[in-house]
C-alpha cells in the first residue's frame, strides 16, 4: 500500500526568506502526487499536482515542487513566502492499483512565518 | 463555481449520542468522499461514492458509521453512538468521473464528543 511521510511537523521561517516542505512517499506502481493547504478551520485547497510530464510543477501562490522518481520525494518550494502563507500543508499520493482517486495524506507540516 | 458545502459547521454531543453531517458537492461531480481529520493527523478516507454507488468504505467503521448518498448527489454521513475517539473534523469532498481530476474539498464539520 501506499503511503506517504512529511518529516518535519513544523517548519518556521522568516517572512521573504526561501522555503522547501519535504514529502517522501512509498509505492511500488506510477503515482500521482498532490499538495494541498489547509488554513485554520477550512477546508484544504489544492496548490500543486503531478500527474505526468515535467517533473517541475509550478501551482497557485508562488509555490512549486519537483517529482523525483529515483528518490521518490515530491518537495514543496517556495523561493520567498508571505505571512500569509501560515498554514498546514499536505502532501497526498494516489497511484495507479486504486485507479488513482483514493489519496493517501501525510500527516502535514505546519509553516509558520514570521515577521 | 459554488464550492462544496458542508453543514454543520460545529457539533458538540455527549457520549453513544447519534449525529449526521451533511454534504452538497460541486455540481456534476460524480465523485464523493468523506474523510476524518483527527487533530494533528492528515485526513483519513472514510468512503467514496461514485454516483450512488460505494466504491472504497474498507475504513469505514460500519459497526457506528454509516454513509448514503442517494440520487447521486448530497450526501449524509451519521455515527451512532458516538465515542471519544471520533472527535476529528470530517471533510467532504468530490471530483469529477476520471482519473486525475484533484479532488476539492468542504470547509468539514468540526465534532466534539463530551
Known amino acids: 500500500a501506499q503511503s506517504v511521510t512529511q518529516l518535519d511537523s513544523q517548519v518556521p521561517v522568516f517572512e521573504e526568506a526561501p522555503v522547501e516542505l519535504r514529502c517522501n512517499y512509498s509505492s511500488s506502481v506510477s503515482v500521482y502526487l498532490f499538495w494541498y493547504v489547509q488554513y485554520p478551520n477550512q477546508g484544504l485547497q489544492l496548490l500543486l499536482k503531478?500527474?505526468?510530464?515535467?517533473?517541475l510543477v509550478k501551482g497557485i501562490n508562488g509555490f512549486e515542487a519537483e517529482f523525483n522518481k529515483s528518490q521518490t520525494s515530491f518537495h514543496l518550494r517556495k523561493p520567498s513566502v508571505h505571512i500569509s502563507d501560515t498554514a498546514e500543508y499536505f502532501c497526498a499520493v494516489s497511484d495507479l492499483r486504486t485507479g488513482f482517486q483514493k489519496l493517501v495524506f501525510g500527516t502535514g507540516t505546519r509553516l509558520l512565518v514570521s515577521p | 463555481e459554488a464550492g462544496v458545502a458542508q453543514s454543520p459547521r460545529y457539533k458538540i454531543i455527549e457520549k453513544r449520542q447519534s449525529v449526521a453531517f451533511w454534504c452538497n458537492p460541486i455540481?456534476?461531480?460524480?465523485?464523493l468522499y468523506w474523510y476524518q481529520q483527527i487533530l494533528g493527523q492528515g485526513p483519513k478516507l472514510l468512503i467514496q461514492f461514485q454516483n450512488n454507488g460505494v466504491v472504497d468504505d474498507s475504513q469505514l467503521p460500519k459497526d457506528r458509521f454509516s454513509a448514503e448518498r442517494l440520487k447521486g448527489v448530497d450526501s449524509t454521513l451519521k455515527i451512532q453512538p458516538a465515542k471519544l475517539e471520533d472527535s476529528a473534523v470530517y471533510l467532504c469532498?468530490?471530483?469529477?468521473?476520471?482519473?486525475?481530476?484533484?479532488?476539492?474539498f468542504g470547509d468539514g464539520t468540526r465534532l466534539s464528543i463530551l
Open positions: 469532498a468530490s471530483s469529477a468521473a476520471g482519473t486525475g481530476w484533484p479532488q476539492h
Open positions: 503531478y500527474l505526468s510530464g515535467s517533473t
Open positions: 455540481s456534476g461531480h460524480a465523485t
